[in-house]
């Protein structure tokens, strides 16, 4: 168990395009929750730092506490040891649900967030289309979720995470309800919208190839409680598809990083 | 760019094809959904004529033979106009305040644990509470007839109208709840935007219950209270039945089930437009 927190991970390498300014860092965090069966350690000194502009995808099995991360930095929890420090940055959440709510159309939706931030009513409809046209959502304003498809709810929640004008957007398995054929589609989308607005992503996926194929960066966590036990910088050489032999390689080898680990629970 | 095209392609493929709003189609739902209702009414006149020919308790129980005709009588007589309008104006005051009363205790208890350790069960208590076992209390509390009525229809419908209330808050999905915290929203905002609006199905049904108690309050008290003032159904009924007019008793009682079927059509038709509107409809349900 020791030995794999002791690994030497190799220095991620700055991503062309990016800043080496920290936008996101965790410092030895550590999360436990009481539950009846005693404590339960979600998270153990995890560090991490993720730069401006940086794509950082982070994969792991059940249990690698990723979701209690994500809540960490978007403010929802406090870690019970260590920091975490997104520095002055606005922090987006988007869910493995769109959770968009029903009673509203997709446009309002929208606004609902620009309103929450305090966006003057007479700026909102103007942001409202305009970011629906990011989404790639135009004439579809007056739809309420019910009436959409599943790619075009989550491609809704994303254009409401970009109405909280985030620096830092963290997203949750936001493609993970998704049928391959859409997914393809929304990786490409995300990394369009992503490197327009340079936005800074903490992307969490169960999917290598998925990790593989979009990040500057990927981090391996080992389950229960979650640690850092690899990483794995990814060099842009150019446009990359979930079906590029440099992906597929990338993922064959974060395969067997986390077959490893689950083994590690076999027994 | 080709991704854009895919995807503009894939929208459209998932969307389906928009729905028809043909008149021959709407005529076919409208028939649909009223044949079963002409049905129920055709089988209850059979019955009925099918007792009174029996001759079942007949200085009672009158045929439809009778009853119609009388019931169209009073249709075109004022008396019954004037009934109609000085219970439903007590209907509307008494189910306002109700309506006031209960949002404010459920809004309150809903927001407040130690208030809802306190009332939650008295609320639900209450709401099993027959409204006619408060009369002697109020009558006595209040010695004046009409008040007397609104406030046992406060006790039964308030409790209903807040417990609803409460179920609404207390079934806000917590995914939504953190879909709004992220976007900010906060103490009231976060009730302004998020919770009531996802209350609303569960209100709507403790609203619709609250005024099945309120009515149900009101007719009682009609019958028991003695008011100053203009008659209303309530008292209407009572004379003829003191009066032996068992026709014009039945008639009443079938004023008293048409009035409250109509609200309840109303009151399941606000509910349905709701649960539509948030794709909680089996859109091939008829109605």
Redesign the interface.
């Known amino acids: 168990m020791t030995l794999r927190a002791n690994e030497l991970t190799p220095p991620a390498v700055t991503p062309p395009g990016a800043s080496a300014a920290p936008a996101v860092r965790l410092t030895e965090v550590s999360k436990a929750y009481r539950t009846s069966g005693g404590e339960l350690l979600a998270l153990d000194r995890v560090s991490l730092t993720v730069r401006d502009g940086e794509f950082a995808c982070i994969i792991g099995a059940s249990g690698c506490g990723k979701s209690t991360l994500l809540n960490l930095v ?1 403010g ?1 929890d406090k870690p019970t040891s260590g920091q975490v420090d997104t520095g002055e940055r606005r922090v ?2 988007m ?1 493995q ?1 769109p ?1 968009l ?4 159309t997709a446009g309002r939706n929208v606004e ?2 620009l ?3 305090g966006v003057p009513k007479a700026e909102r409809r103007e942001k409202v289309a305009e970011l629906l046209e990011v989404v ?1 959502l135009t004439g ?1 304003a007056d739809k ?6 599943g ?2 709810r989550q491609r809704v929640a994303l254009a ?1 995470a970009l109405a ?1 004008d985030a620096d830092v957007l963290l997203m949750d398995e936001p493609f993970g309800a998704l049928d391959a ?2 997914r393809d ?1 929304l990786h ?2 995300i990394e369009r919208i992503c490197a327009d607005r340079t936005l800074t992503v903490l992307f969490v996926t169960h999917n290598v190839r998925e990790a593989a194929r979009l990040g500057d960066r990927v981090v391996v966590l080992s389950s229960r409680p979650g640690r850092v036990i690899a990483e794995y910088p990814v060099p842009r050489l150019g446009p990359r598809r979930i079906d590029s032999p440099e992906v597929a390689k990338l993922a064959a080898e974060l395969t067997d990083r986390l077959r490893e680990e689950m083994g590690r629970h076999g027994n | 760019m080709a991704t854009d095209q895919a995807l503009y392609g894939l929208d459209n493929l998932e969307l389906g094809p928009a729905h028809d709003r043909d008149p021959a189609r709407l005529a076919r739902k409208a028939w649909a959904a009223s044949w079963p209702k002409l049905l129920a009414i055709a089988l209850v006149l059979l019955i009925w004529q099918i007792v009174h020919v029996t001759g079942w308790k007949h200085f009672v129980l009158k045929g439809p033979g009778t009853v119609l005709p009388d019931l169209w009588q009073m249709v075109r007589h004022e008396q019954l106009w004037a009934a109609i309008g000085v219970t439903m104006q007590r209907a509307l005051i008494g189910y306002l305040v109700a309506l006031l009363v209960g949002s404010a205790i459920g809004l309150l208890v809903a927001r407040i644990p130690p208030l809802r350790a306190a009332l939650g069960s008295i609320i639900t208590g209450l709401q099993t509470m027959p409204s006619i076992a408060w009369y002697p209390f109020a009558i006595i509390l209040f010695t004046q007839g009409e008040a007397a009525i609104v406030f046992v229809m406060i006790m039964g419908a308030a409790p209903s109208i807040a417990n609803g209330l409460i179920t609404g808050v207390d079934y806000t999905p917590p995914l939504l709840l953190r879909a709004g915290r992220t976007m900010g929203l906060r103490g009231l905002n976060l009730y302004r935007y998020l919770v009531l609006p996802a209350s609303l199905p569960a209100y709507v049904a403790g609203l619709k219950q609250g005024w099945a108690f309120a009515w149900r309050s009101l007719m009682a008290g009609e019958l028991v209270v003695s008011i100053v003032g203009p008659p209303g159904l309530g008292v209407l009924l009572n004379s003829n039945q003191n009066d032996l007019d068992f026709a014009g008793a039945t008639s009443i009682i079938i004023v008293i089930l048409i009035i409250g079927i109509v609200v309840d059509m109303l009151f399941t038709k606000a509910d349905r437009a709701l649960r539509r509107r948030r794709g909680l409809l089996d859109p091939s349900a008829t109605g």
């Open positions: 978007a929802l987006g959440l869910f649900e959770a709510f029903p009673w509203l609902l967030a309103r929450a931030r790639r579809f309420r979720p019910h009436e959409l498809s790619g075009m409401r909280q054929m859409t589609m490409d989308e």
